[in-house]
């Protein structure tokens, strides 16, 4: 699942996004596609958790899931659930 945010950054740290990991793009094959990812999504939440701006972490957190996990994207001015299982 490494590959499904090879693309992601973090974005600059500042009052309105920090801790936050913005998709910068989704590559053509990867897991982030799959899961109907799209440029410039938020990543702001797991599990109801505010989300840290370490990728490593989040790759982490989502190679360990047994069970679906709820991901809290920001895209276009909404909150959007997303359920990410293996």
């Given at each position: 699942m490494a590959e499904a945010f090879d693309n992601v950054q973090s974005p600059p740290p500042n009052?309105?996004?920090?801790?936050?990991?913005?998709?910068?793009?989704?590559g053509?094959?990867?897991?982030?596609r799959e899961l109907?990812?799209?440029d410039?999504?938020?990543?702001?939440?797991?599990?109801?958790?505010r989300s840290e701006s370490d990728i490593i972490k989040l790759e982490?957190?989502?190679d360990d899931v047994d069970?679906?996990?709820?991901?809290t994207l920001f895209r276009d001015g909404h909150f959007l659930p997303l359920f990410v299982s293996k």
């Open positions: 009052k309105d996004n920090e801790g936050f990991i913005q998709i910068k793009s989704v053509r094959f990867s897991f982030a109907r990812l799209r410039g999504d938020v990543i702001v939440a797991i599990d109801g958790l982490n957190q989502l069970e679906p996990i709820l991901v």
